[in-house]
């Protein structure tokens, strides 16, 4: 298995066990509360989005990952959606280490 779907598995087990949290609104919310310890924005999300989901993650120290598209990370989670922000430090940290080996890929 490419290390790509190994991280898009393990947002879908993130997913199951309640830990991923999406929405705009509902995540910029989270983030000003320090509840998300993870973000995806894909790099086809719209400029104003990004900007504000990078501007946002910069400022509160949250790790980002862009690799993925809009369909990748919809997919890995069942629903149509475009950022997707995990709230579990566990879940968080092995993404980082994850999504940290895969860009060499």
Avoid: H, Q
């Amino acid at each position: 298995m490419e290390n790509k779907d190994r991280i898009l598995n393990f947002i879908g087990l993130a997913k199951r066990a309640g830990k991923v949290t999406t929405g705009e609104d509902i995540l910029l919310n989270a983030i000003k509360k320090n509840k998300i310890k993870f973000l995806f924005i894909p790099s086809d999300a719209g400029k104003a989005s990004y900007k504000k989901f990078m501007d946002k993650s910069s400022y509160y120290g949250i790790p980002v990952n862009n690799m993925f598209v809009k369909n990748d990370l919809s997919n890995a989670i069942g629903m149509k959606r475009t950022i997707i922000g995990i709230s579990d430090s566990g879940f968080a940290k092995r993404l980082n280490e994850m999504t940290n080996n895969c860009k060499g890929t």
